[in-house]
């Protein structure tokens, strides 16, 4: 019989434990490479242009006057500034919904350098006030292509008491942001101000955007665009995206701790569970190993039979939970990505799954390994 092969024999003896248990390791690992996910998302993918920009919005949530942008366009350091309102929509369907950015033009492409689009795409929205681009999944989701005219219904009430809004699909871009990056529609914010009836949101903006000429001069910026707004009404808060994703996180909690608390938590119950499994198989199978060290096999053998079967364990149980999680991720991925700024199940992630795969087994597997290697042959055989 091979070593493999000794192994399945031991599994198979209970085949309902052996179940359960991969199943709880397969669960615990789960939850773990979907809990990676969340860190991976809050920890977002930083790129150097991510690195340069800073949000100015409300400390109040009200909405800023346009004539912000101008003033902190003057302060040191800035590169480019652009600003941006929205508004939820729909696309013939309610349940088709759009969230629709307006953002000015063209410098909204300066601030985001990452959203690649062909020059002739690019020229044909910079010209074109009633052009908008928009995401590749997004595009591929509602079926739209290039030179199209799409109606989103549900927007802010026009001057001719209409709130559907028509757009040219000028161009589509890509990016490797996270996914909630690929479902954007872009359009003019002059083209969206203009149409709108007079009303409290005409000529303002809900952020400002702005382009810091090196990373290392963010924090100072960011004090100095405040200060121009401290007697102001409303006054701002600058931050850079990841703070301020993070600030909007943490009116939920310290997530960070909460996603290790529950990973440590459903990793020491994983452990809890095989552990016991592997000190039952092999207090019931004693008298096998003392069988086996009287036929020749050595103590170092045996302690690595041991070893192998919890390693083959837990391993099974991983490989099938960060499967199950990556699944999970991808079906969550839509709803997940409106909040954090990515969704995915990273290699990171894979690798130190794999590290503690070899971890746990070790853990699981030493303590019983060690009782077979120790045990007295003669002693035990006499209790068969």
Do not use: C
């Not at 400390?59 to 480019?80: D, M, T």
């Not at 369907?93 to 969230?99: L, W, Y």
């Amino acid at each position: 019989m091979s070593r493999f092969g000794l192994a399945l024999s031991a599994f198979r003896r209970h085949i309902g434990r052996t179940v359960f248990t991969v199943l709880s390791v397969a669960t615990a690992f789960a939850i773990f490479t979907i809990l990676a996910a969340i860190n991976e998302g809050m920890s977002g993918k930083i790129s150097l242009a991510s690195a340069q920009r800073l949000d100015t919005s409300s400390r109040v949530n009200s909405p800023l006057p346009e004539g912000y942008a101008a003033q902190i366009r003057s302060v040191p350091g800035v590169v480019a500034i652009d600003y941006m309102s929205s508004f939820q929509g729909y696309f013939r369907d309610p349940k088709q919904e759009v969230v629709v950015l307006a953002f000015s033009v063209p410098s909204v492409l300066t601030i985001y350098p990452e959203f690649a689009l062909p020059d002739d795409q690019k020229q044909a929205f910079f010209r074109d006030r009633q052009g908008a681009v928009v995401g590749n999944a997004l595009a591929a989701k509602m079926g739209w292509h290039v030179g199209q005219t799409v109606p989103i219904q549900g927007g802010p009430l026009q001057k001719n008491g209409s709130t559907a809004w028509a757009f040219h699909i000028d161009g589509i871009y890509r990016t490797d942001l996270p996914s909630g990056y690929r479902n954007f529609f872009i359009v003019n914010y002059d083209y969206l101000n203009e149409g709108i009836a007079p009303s409290p949101t005409k000529d303002t903006v809900q952020q400002i955007n702005t382009l810091v000429d090196s990373p290392n001069d963010m924090d100072r910026v960011a004090r100095a665009i405040d200060a121009k707004f401290t007697n102001a009404s409303p006054d701002t808060l600058t931050e850079s995206e990841q703070q301020e994703m993070m600030s909007g996180m943490r009116q939920f909690g310290d997530i960070g701790a909460i996603v290790t608390y529950v990973g440590l938590a459903v990793f020491a119950s994983m452990l809890l569970i095989t552990g016991n499994t592997m000190a039952n198989s092999v207090r019931e199978r004693m008298s096998e190993f003392a069988m086996m060290r009287a036929l020749g096999f050595g103590r170092l053998q045996l302690a690595f039979i041991v070893l192998r079967e919890s390693a083959i364990l837990i391993g099974t149980g991983a490989v099938l939970g960060v499967l199950a999680g990556w699944g999970l991720s991808t079906l969550m991925a839509g709803v997940m990505t409106q909040v954090l700024r990515g969704f995915t199940v990273s290699w990171v992630t894979v690798a130190l799954a794999a590290a503690f795969t070899l971890l746990f087994a070790l853990a699981t597997g030493l303590l019983p390994g060690r009782r077979v290697a120790a045990m007295p042959v003669a002693a035990t055989l006499r209790r068969m």
